[in-house]
């Protein structure tokens, strides 16, 4: 059968034009896949974020959490009063180091208890603790005094300064503090874990 100069002529164009559609996917196929893959990156990048941070055993740590901030902000806040009228110099680092022994203990027991809720080990995990808070507790007093001059030279605030520091630097430990409870003071073995899985709430199904 042959084919006519009238009909090859559309034929041919056809040909062309389906070819220029396959090179023009062809050339865009690249970005494409690139952003596939930088999606999936980030999604990954997320997953293994929230994988830190279990929903139920999250949310029992920030309520509890909760109480410590209030509890260990008051100890700060009376012991920097008792020391502070007693006219001593730098009486917020005292009151912070004298206040943090305290408040440790009460955190950990309030963790251990009704957060990652371990059994027994207690003085291993005790020093556990103090390890972690130790890690953010000297960075913490290291900037405390540098915070408290910022706010008095920079916002102009003088007696309020020491409780405005002290605020702000507990708010940022909050996330450290979890990571590093979870992951050192209050880890379970894998196999452990393992087997109590079917029956926690720390999951989401």
Do not use: C
């Not at 509890?71 to 806040?77: E, I, L, P, W």
């Not at 009151?95 to 009460?106: D, E, G, K, M, T």
Request: aromatic share 14%; glycine share 6%; hydrophobic share 45%.
């Amino acid at each position: 059968m042959s084919i006519s100069e009238d009909q090859g002529l559309p034929l041919i164009e056809s040909i062309q034009s389906s070819d220029a559609s396959a090179f023009a996917e062809a050339s865009d196929h690249p970005q494409a896949a690139q952003g596939q893959t930088a999606a999936a990156k980030k999604r990954l990048r997320f997953e293994r974020l929230a994988s830190h941070f279990p929903p139920g055993q999250f949310i029992r740590y920030i309520v509890v959490g909760v109480w410590n901030t209030a509890f260990g902000y008051s100890t700060f806040a009376a012991f920097y009063y008792l020391i502070h009228r007693h006219n001593i110099p730098a009486a917020y680092v005292y009151a912070q180091i004298i206040a943090a022994f305290i408040n440790v203990s009460v955190a950990f027991l309030g963790y251990k208890w009704f957060v990652f809720k371990t059994k027994g080990n207690y003085l291993r995990e005790w020093l556990k603790g103090m390890a972690v808070y130790g890690s953010s507790f000297l960075p913490a007093l290291l900037m405390l005094p540098l915070l408290i001059k910022a706010l008095e030279y920079g916002l102009h605030l003088k007696g309020s300064a020491p409780y405005i520091a002290n605020a702000l630097l507990t708010s940022f430990s909050v996330i450290y503090s979890f990571i590093g409870h979870k992951k050192i003071t209050f880890r379970v073995p894998p196999e452990q874990e393992m087997s109590e899985s079917p029956s926690t709430d720390d999951s989401i199904t």
